[in-house]
């Protein structure tokens, strides 16, 4: 997801503050990444265009013969899947397999914990994930954020404006916090405070208090930021976007496939769990039913 643009400007930084004429100013660098998975989000207010990294002329250079192509894939185990999911990424026409793999994938979950819906837009996701606050069980507490600048800057912000809770609701981490507490950790909301929000993180196994935290909108046309806003860094988890979700490992998922407008989108989407299908639990046997 590194730009070309933010290529260029790291390898500049290197080579003028080390005074050297080498790439990276003769720094090591190693550099990791899928180029089948999403594109570089464009940041115009940075003249970023979002182009990938791999076609600036100094990465061409840099990395002409040094390279090493990974093969292994750790997140899924099944062989129908991963052709499936490597299919779909590439972009190539789908096997008749992998073709009806996916119509058979197209059902719904058996009963078990909420699946995550993974959307293409953010619009989607917040028009669904405010359904899913109304139905779910309990009063909602409303946080307004503190807000400066102008309107169409705050637009770009990754906390809204407004945020509304339930306990027990799931969220998503918005910032880094530490090197624990990341942007993108996944949690349930155990506490509502007027100046705090509790927040019980399954991979950490222990409650956060959460405080509001400043987000800006820096313009690299004007030199400055260009609007603030402070707000808790976290959002409802019902849905969320297949960018916010890449690099995540998800047990249930929904893909909402209507708005798809990026390459990479949906293999990112069907990647993020590691099962078509979760084993059930194996079932007791009569004679086993009958001693108990």
Not at 59 to 85: A, G, P, S, W
Not at 140 to 151: I, N, P, Q, R
Not at 208 to 228: D, G, N, R
Not at 264 to 271: E, K, P
């Amino acid at each position: 997801m590194l730009s070309l643009k933010l290529f260029d400007t790291l390898e500049y930084i290197c080579r003028h503050t080390r005074k050297h004429k080498k790439y990276f100013g003769s720094l090591q660098v190693i550099v990791i990444g899928d180029f089948f998975q999403l594109p570089p989000v464009p940041d115009l207010l940075k003249g970023d265009k979002g182009q990938y990294c791999f076609l600036s002329e100094k990465f061409q250079n840099i990395f002409q013969k040094h390279f090493v192509v990974l093969t292994d894939v750790l997140r899924q185990t099944e062989v129908d899947f991963i052709t499936c999911i490597n299919e779909v990424s590439k972009g190539t026409l789908l096997s008749e397999e992998s073709l009806a793999l996916l119509q058979r994938m197209k059902r719904p979950l058996p009963p078990g914990p909420p699946p995550v819906r993974l959307c293409a837009k953010k619009f989607d996701c917040d028009v669904f994930n405010a359904s899913k606050l109304f139905d779910f069980p309990g009063e909602a507490k409303c946080y307004a954020a503190e807000d400066s600048g102008e309107k169409k800057y705050l637009n770009n912000m990754p906390v809204p404006d407004i945020l509304h809770l339930k306990l027990n609701c799931p969220v998503l981490l918005l910032k880094n916090l530490s090197d624990h507490l990341v942007n993108g950790l996944k949690g349930k909301v155990t506490g509502l405070a007027n100046d705090e929000v509790s927040v019980y993180f399954e991979s950490l196994s222990k409650d956060i208090k959460i405080k509001p935290e400043t987000f800006t909108v820096y313009s690299a046309l004007k030199e400055q930021v260009v609007a603030t806003r402070i707000q808790f860094p976290i959002s409802l988890a019902f849905s969320m976007t297949i960018h916010k979700a890449q690099g995540l490992t998800l047990d249930r998922i929904e893909v909402d496939g209507d708005n798809i407008f990026s390459a990479g989108q949906l293999g990112v989407a069907i990647g993020r769990t590691t099962k078509k299908k979760k084993p059930s639990p194996p079932k007791l046997s009569s004679k086993v039913c009958a001693k108990a």
